[in-house]
């Protein structure tokens, strides 16, 4: 017995019961377009999520003063006063930092003419731009000598420039005022967008950190530190860095707590993937389970068709064939019917998939591993499912079965 | 006959079987020898063994005791798979309910046989397929479906189904318990130009009738031979045929 006798007899039994054959289908059909229509869907949401990250600044790191009590009472992180210049400038000098810049902001109003726009100072050095991730558009971003001068210059976001210049001047060499300081426009920011949160990410004014602590605030103190690891892998190792020299810059003891809180985007991002795999988890639970249902109505249909089908399996037997090839008959049945439903499940998953994105415009992702693991399963499934119907078959005695009725 | 060669040669074949706690004793010790060419009735009334008979002689099963040689080999040592085989290569088999597949064409059916057989071709599986349904009167209806035939003509493809593997002896059973008279006498005229063409039949019935238009009948009765007559002139079944009144309804 050959192969190909063997497909033949197969498909020659499963053609004379197409609709039945096609609703066994149906059901690996389901399970595997689910399978990689959910799949793509959790890829595809992950991946935008890990995007938008990494446009924030993926290796970012935030220091704010924090976890500081006074006689008792726990202070507003506004109000608290623990990091200094001196903490930036320390930091600037351990190993694995890439980039760092403080970080002094205050809120107020922009005027430019008969314009005016209210949005947020934040005083850093030109460093800040790797770590945010921001490119100048136009100009030029101020230089270290701006901030040794506390010069008054300052750098636009797009949303600042569209209040402040709504006819399309250009507003690079104009002189625009913060509250009652005239500032100098040096350049623009490079559009962002909004960011994860729904944060407009362009409205923002960039000025030399001194400018703002001098000039606007009049404060000794900075707000924050934004550093970069030098890249992802080393991010906690370079937060081990900075506690350990911040709480030996502010003479911390042993027991004492920190004076300041160091975050970085990772736990963010931790956080995000984190909520996202689960989810992806649970897309692709559901969908196995549609698999299985789908094996298991492989297997019930195969069990009717064994028994509906006890003389031709007897008759088949008395003119000569042996249980291994009643077995391979009922098994290459089996298969036939979950790997043709694997293929056209696929490419329904895959139109699917695209329906998704092109109506919802949720973001998807089809991986490669999916398509090959949802194939894999549905025959797996076929053989799984089909070996105890087809051993049942193969198991039948000639003599009873060619006489039965 | 007795120069022809030996086909079947059973010897005190018994076969018992257990239901319940009893012991059934469905053959009690038969013997006989059928050679090449021979058309043997073998009658007797339900529970005489005949089935039991049948079943061993066609390698669906195994005797208790005794011995059965099938073309010169032994059969009851044999596997399972080897019987398969066996029952594939020597034997054909008719059925009272003809068992053709469903929804297949004759010629479809006539060649399932040979499926089972990896030493044929594909295309000589066709041409003796069509070789078997020739013979059988049938090159008109080789694409017809099993559904779309009368009686007689599904068990015309049955028998060149049985014909189609060259057998050494073709078993039938009741091959025409199922058919009107007058279909019954056309069957059994067939049988007859397959025995003068020199085929071998072993015909189980329990329709006396029968016998007189087989060259040989053994009579079973509760699991022994009672009787094993040789009939020198059989009647003629297209005699028989012809004198049956015309179907004028």
Known sequence: MNIANLLKIALKALSNNKLRCFLTMLGIIIGVASVITMLAIGQGSKNSIKKQISEMGSNMIMIHPGNMQRGGVRQSADDMQTIKVADYEAIRHIPGVAAVSPSVNSGGQLVNGNNNYPSTIYGVTPEYLDIRKFKVKDGAMFTDNDIKSAAKVCVLGKTVVDNLFPGGDDPVGRVIRFGKIPMTVVGVLESKGTNSMGQDQDDVVIAPYTTVMKRILAIDY????????????????????????????????????????????????????????????????????????????????????????????????????????????????????????????????VMATWLVNLIAHWPVYIQVYSVVLSFAVCTITGVFFGWYPAKKAAGLDPIEAIRYE | ????????????????????????????????????????????????????????????????????????????????????????????????????????????????????????????????????????????????????????????????????????????????????????????????????????????????????????????????????????????????FEKLPKDTD
Request: charged share 20%; net charge negative.
């Open chain 1, 222 to 349: 900075i707000q924050g530190i934004f550093a970069s690891a030098v890249d992802e892998s080393h991010t906690d190792e370079t937060i081990d860095r900075i506690t350990n020299l911040l709480r030996a810059q502010h003479k911390l003891k042993e027991e004492d707590d920190n004076d300041f809180e160091i975050r970085s985007q990772q736990e963010l991002s931790e956080m995000m993937n984190s909520t996202s795999d689960m989810m992806t988890v649970l897309l692709a639970c559901i969908a196995g389970i549609s698999l299985l249902v789908g094996g298991i109505g492989i297997m019930n249909i195969m069990y009717v068709s064994v028994t509906e089908r006890t003389r031709e399996i007897g008759l088949r037997m008395s003119i000569g064939a042996r249980g291994v090839d009643i077995l391979s008959q009922f098994l290459i049945e089996a298969v036939i019917i979950s790997v043709s439903g694997g293929v056209i499940g696929i490419l329904l998953g």
């Open chain 2, 1 to 240: 006959m007795s120069e022809n060669k030996e086909i079947i040669r059973i010897d005190n074949l018994r076969r018992e079987f257990v239901v319940g706690n009893e012991k059934v004793k469905a053959l009690r010790g038969v013997s006989f020898t059928i050679h090449e060419g021979e058309f043997v009735t073998i009658m007797g009334t339900s529970g005489s063994g005949k089935s039991t008979l049948l079943n061993l002689l066609g390698c669906l099963d195994t005797p208790t005791s005794g011995e059965y040689l099938l073309d010169g080999v032994s059969v009851q040592s044999m596997s399972k798979n080897q019987r398969a085989v066996m029952r594939n290569r020597k034997i054909g088999f008719v059925f009272q309910n003809y068992n053709l597949l469903p929804k297949t064409t004759a010629v479809e059916n006539v060649e399932l046989p040979l499926l089972y057989n990896s030493a044929v071709g594909a295309k000589e599986r066709r041409e003796r397929a069509v070789a078997a349904l020739k013979a059988v009167d049938l090159e008109s209806r080789l694409n017809h479906k099993s559904n779309q035939m009368s009686g007689g003509q599904q068990q015309r493809v049955a028998i060149a189904r049985a014909l189609v593997n060259n057998p050494v002896i073709i078993l039938a059973d009741e091959a025409t318990g199922n058919l009107d008279t007058r279909t019954s006498f056309s069957i059994l005229m067939l049988f007859q130009q397959l025995h003068a063409q020199g085929k071998t039949i072993i015909f189980v019935t329990h329709n006396p009738e029968l016998a007189e238009y087989s060259s040989r009948n053994i009579v079973l009765r509760d699991g022994k031979i009672i009787s094993d007559t040789i009939n020198e002139h059989p009647a003629s079944a297209r005699e028989a």
